[in-house]
């Protein structure tokens, strides 16, 4: 038994570039998906995939909506649900007046539950149909995840935070203990169902030489595991890393001195880098996550797409919520298009879509599954109304291009043009 969904359908085969080239999107106006299994089996116009439908298929039509690939958030912290939108701070600061004592709560695992799910529920209300999670330092925050994840079915990335310094007792681990809790949760986590596990220390300066080592050598034992961390969003944070570690070149060197770089490792922000940074990035393959709401919000700076891009490095995006004002990968796109404006950089509506699908799923290294409509590719999809809202709808009266209708939903556009989030095809 297949599904067939039915709509306008657009998806990337690879980066769009600054220029772009057409060559790198397919789009149907009239289109259609055909699912078998949880997986794209065909895709093309309807009139010829509609052919080979039985009466025993399910057809969902959603003509006049796009139906783009689900959105992949590469960086957010499901455990600041409750931080969004918090008042007047920098980063440091706002680590610890907001964060910290609110990522206290989730050593009841009670709470882990009902945040996770509320969480889960508003990412697919968003669109976002994957993601890279940071939790808390508490093992049973991750349970709570992965226990909602799984029963969601969704593809998601996540592992328990890790500190053991420079951070209040309530929320600190050791490295034996933070050791024991990681090999414990890859074991019961990573893998099974749609899952993988990110060894993820939280930043350079709350994690011991001593941990940072211990977090290097797992990661080079155990196959498949992702890295994800901060890195160079705030100065007062670079000068904090540069007297930590006074013998790293730097902050990336950090993570670099202790085996924490790769193809898997994400890090997010990257705004404040050298040359011979990105440099380490192309060598190592290593990804970044741009987090414009973020960066705006907490006042850390202009991340430099160009220069990612240009070198090749994987970038994809992200909302950072509680640092990020907003779970919408549309309005991050919208976000994300001013802060290169800022720099003389343009975000055309293609390669804003691109990364806000494939480009994330590149950055997470799973774009062997999910961030395209390709055959075989498992089946999550959002399915958008572009004339959600009266403003939206007018705009899109007067486009005259399809560019020019995809790039106002890229400014415009917001949870409320999510329809319909389809995980596998269900
Ligand atoms: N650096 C270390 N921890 C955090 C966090 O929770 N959010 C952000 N934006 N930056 C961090
Ligand atoms: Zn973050």
């Given at each position: 038994?297949a ?5 306008s ?12 080239d ?5 789009y ?19 009139p ?14 959603h ?35 907001y ?11 009670e709470h882990?539950?009902r ?14 149909t994957t ?8 093992k ?20 328990k ?34 899952l993988?596990y ?43 890393v ?59 700076g ?11 490095v ?22 994300a298009?001013?802060v ?20 994330g ?10 961030g ?7 089946a999550d ?46």
């Amino acid at each position: 038994m297949a599904t067939f969904l039915r709509g306008s359908i657009l998806h990337f085969l690879r980066d769009p570039g600054a220029e772009p080239d057409p060559a790198a999107w397919e789009y149907f106006d009239d289109g259609c998906l055909k699912i078998v299994d949880g997986r794209v089996a065909a895709l093309g116009p309807a009139p010829d995939i509609l052919k080979a439908r039985t009466p025993q298929d399910t057809l969902h039509d959603h003509s006049g909506k796009l139906i783009l690939p689900g959105f992949v958030d590469t960086h957010v912290h499901y455990a600041q649900v409750d931080v969004i939108a918090s008042y007047g701070r920098q980063l440091l600061d706002w680590l610890n007046d907001y964060t910290f004592p609110a990522e206290r709560a989730f050593a009841d695992p009670e709470h882990g539950r009902r945040i996770a799910k509320l969480f889960l529920d508003t990412l697919l209300r968003h669109g976002t149909t994957t993601a890279a999670v940071y939790p808390t330092v508490h093992k049973q925050s991750v349970d709570a995840f992965f226990e909602e994840a799984e029963r969601r079915n969704l593809r998601m990335v996540c592992g328990k935070i890790l500190m053991d310094r420079n951070s209040p007792d309530y929320l600190r681990d050791d490295v034996a203990g933070a050791e024991r809790d990681c090999r414990d949760l890859i074991e019961r986590w990573h893998g099974k169902a749609r899952l993988g596990y990110a060894l993820t220390p939280r930043f350079a300066p709350t994690s011991s030489p001593e941990q940072l080592a211990m977090i290097g050598r797992l990661y080079a034992e155990t196959p498949g595991l992702w890295m994800q961390t901060h890195l160079a969003e705030n100065l007062d944070e670079i000068a904090w890393v540069k007297q930590l570690f006074p013998e790293a070149r730097s902050y990336l060197d950090v993570y670099d001195r202790f085996g924490l770089l790769g193809p898997r490792s994400v890090f997010a922000h990257c705004i404040h880098l050298d040359e011979a940074d990105r440099a380490r990035f192309v060598a190592s393959n290593s990804a970044m996550s741009f987090c414009p709401t973020s960066n705006l919000f907490i006042g850390s700076g202009f991340f430099d797409l160009e220069a990612a891009r240009r070198l090749g490095v994987r970038v994809g995006l992200a909302t950072d919520v509680g640092g990020g004002t907003s779970y919408s990968m549309l309005q991050t796109l919208a976000e994300a298009y001013k802060v290169l404006m800022t720099h003389g950089q343009r975000l055309n509506a293609w390669r804003g879509l691109w990364l806000a699908t494939l480009g994330g799923a590149e950055c997470l290294s799973l774009d062997g599954k999910i961030g395209n409509f390709t055959a075989g590719k498992e089946a999550d999809c959002v399915v958008l109304d572009l004339a959600a809202t009266p403003v939206l709808d007018r705009r899109m009266q007067v486009a005259k291009t399809l560019e020019e209708r995809l790039f106002a939903l890229m400014i415009l556009g917001d949870d409320r043009v999510a329809a319909k989030t389809y995980i596998l095809g269900e």
